[in-house]
């Protein structure tokens, strides 16, 4: 980038702003033919969700009906209902399970990512193939040996257990989106910070963290998410004690049965926290998602 | 004097601290990399190692005195098992049409999002819904309120179509019996495609606008630009798109789990699936690990080619 534009005259770089300033705002226009498919297909990938929130504040009775009846009466039962039937402690679980494992997920990420990208240690980019590479190995081939300790130790039904692997599984993510977050830190201010005698604190709390601030909000997400949904080690590894969100979900279908709308108001409540947290950083999902490869 | 007395063998001074000083330095640098990498091997890859050491057993523990060592036995078995042959095959079916359906779709609605249109922004908000629902409860979604034959919004849907009609009712198909296999593709399709609409979307308002507006300019009409520019200036998100698409849904449990337990019979396990019945239904220990052992090869001829894309898209980063 600082190479073109040093190389570009100062009227080449005048025009090119203006012409970048002009796509954002001016990206061609949808004809209204297309409008209204980009509408219908918007709506249909919608639909589930609304009517799994619709169904989760109707009664029983107005929830399984052929045909549907989508204009009934709306009422909170089916949550008060999960509430007074102790969805509470699985709740806690998860959250438990997500925020912990995220914490330490940034406890580890962050310093490696300084060292992969800021003060790049020597091979540097075999260390970052390395982390990607753990995420190819299918957990599924890991659920045996991991069951096995897990028992041995005395830890199934921990939500300790779920810490520790859902910060495994995030680790290499975290590691690969914090490195490109910090890889933007510009190196000449790095450098002219340490030329005026600056120490490592001063250097990163005052030129790497404004940069990183955004990035690292963005990589906690995605932990979160992917933490907060996860079941495969959830619903094999843990019973009673330490069971979270998605295992309740499951759960609640094959002991009582089924019961329509209060199996929607639970899908709506477990799903709750990622979709708002996604709704509020579109942006930065994408460069998440993407291992900080697309921006 | 100084050549007679030094031991012949040790390196002359200067170099030697200017190495150990570096040394230093580069010991520095690798001390913030060391608890994740630390953390990384033994969580991630001492499973491993375990796994291809039970795979070398006979191990079921509703037979503790049996368990033994049986060398490649295992292997043999999981080749020429009938069950997990399907349990590929569904494997490589589900992936490849998830990851195919919701990448086209996925372009298709990219393509329509890059454009203005009005309320862009909320339907944006709309179409990342389905990704950000818990997988658990889309797949209870999918099974119970949507595919289900009495009173899922499929058939009801139907229904109501074919009395608005003036026929007396429509007719009553058991989706998920009838098409197991589309009723789970149709679940995951559902759930991927914003993901993949997502990274397209990032690479089409990376693409420089002054190259689109001259291919107008010289009269170049849509479908022309789309397949000599767009496209090929898609192609590293699209690989993208297939490569963090097949990583995750190759490793599809939940959806499986939730919607048809892989049947009926086995029509849709997958490898995954199959692997957690073996571990924790008929409780065959070493099956299940060389299975997995097996499952873990075919995933690192899938990252050889992964890499060499992700290493593609990293090279242009550092370069620039």
Redo the contacts between chains.
Sequence with gaps: MTAHAALATPGNRFTKLLRRKDDHGGAPKLSPLWTFVAWLATLAFFAPVAWMVLTSFHQEADAATNPPTPFAPVTFDQYKLLFSRDITPFLLNSAMASILSTVLVLALAVPAAYALSIKPVEKWTDVMFFFLSTKFLPAIAALLPVYLIVKDAGMLDNVWTLVVLYTAMNLPIAVWMMRSFLAEVPKEILEAAEVDGAGLLTVLWRVVAPVAMPGLAATSLICFIFSWNEFMFAVNLTATQASTAPVFLVGFITNEGLFLARLCAAATLVSLPVLIAGFAAQDKLVRGLSLGAVK | MTTLTAPPKTAPPPPSRARTSTGIT?WK?????L???V??IV??????V??IV?STFQWNILKPGEKHFVGLSNFTFVFTDERLRTAVLNTIVLTASVVVISVVLGL??AM????????RGL????????????????A???K???Y?P??G?L???L??VY?LFGADNGPTIDWISSYPMPAVVVSLV?QW???MM??L???LQ?QP??VLEAARMDGASALATFRHITLPHLRQ?IE?GVL?GT?YV??T??AV??ITQGGPGSQTTN??YE??LT??RKYE?GE??AA??V??LG??V??TF??RT??S??RE?TS?
Excluded: C, S
């Design positions: 580069k640098r690798r001390i913030p990399l608890p994740a990498l953390f990384t969580v991630t890859q001492l499973p491993f375990a796994t039970i298709g609605l329509l999002l890059d454009r203005r249109f009005a309320g339907a944006r908000t709309l179409l990342i819904a389905p990704f950000l629902v818990m997988p658990v409860a889309a209870l979604l999918w119970h309120a949507i289900n009495d009173y919004l058939n009801g849907t229904n109501a009395r559902w495609t914003p993901f997502l990274i979307l990032a690479g990376a606008g002054d998100y993208l963090l990583i190759v490793q449990f939940d789990y939730t490898l995954p692997i957690y571990m924790f220990y299940a690990a997995g052992v499952v873990v995933a690192i899938i990252a992964a890499l992700i290493a898209l990293f980063e620039r």
